[in-house]
């Protein structure tokens, strides 16, 4: 068991948790996407292996602030894999993030969580979260 930084190679698997999430036909863009955030300097894109098989992945962003002292570091996609969800795993890679983001002198951590993921919820409570309202979004076409 192991975090590392993810590779391309690492795509496949990658394409089979966001299927687990419903993010269905990413991959005819995944190589492109997952180079870009591999090479990014304000990105960290690890997975969790296991008997060199990928079953969790997370993409952290580190945001620099100007108006306050603390950068935030923000999870946009955190996936364990269904069969080995409330083993550990989601616990581990979270606090990767933690400690990530503290090297990079974060002062917070946020995650946009859809509503109907009440599991998740639950896991990011237990971890410390707090719920902070709002969050607007502007879908571009």
Same mark, same amino acid.
């Given at each position: 068991m192991s975090i590392r930084n993810a590779k391309t190679e690492d795509g496949d698997a990658i394409i089979v948790l966001l299927d687990q999430l419903g993010y269905n036909g990413s991959g005819k863009f995944m190589q492109e996407k997952l180079?870009?955030?591999?090479?990014? &300097?304000?990105?960290?894109?690890?997975?969790? +292996?296991e008997d060199s098989r990928v079953i969790a992945f997370m993409s952290i962003h580190f945001i620099p602030q100007i108006a306050l002292e603390g950068d935030f570091a923000r999870i946009s996609y955190f996936v364990v894999d269904n069969s080995v969800r409330s083993s550990g795993v989601g616990k581990a890679l979270e606090e990767y993030c933690t400690q990530a983001a503290k090297r990079r002198k974060c002062d917070r951590i946020e995650v946009h969580c859809h509503?109907?993921?009440?599991?998740?919820?639950?896991?990011?409570?237990?971890?410390?979260? +707090?719920?902070? &309202?709002?969050?607007?979004v502007k879908m571009i076409k």
């Open positions: 180079q870009r955030l591999i090479d990014h &300097p304000d990105e960290e894109f690890v997975v969790y +292996e509503e109907r993921r009440s599991d998740a919820h639950r896991f990011y409570f237990r971890q410390g979260y +707090e719920e902070v &309202p709002k969050y607007l």
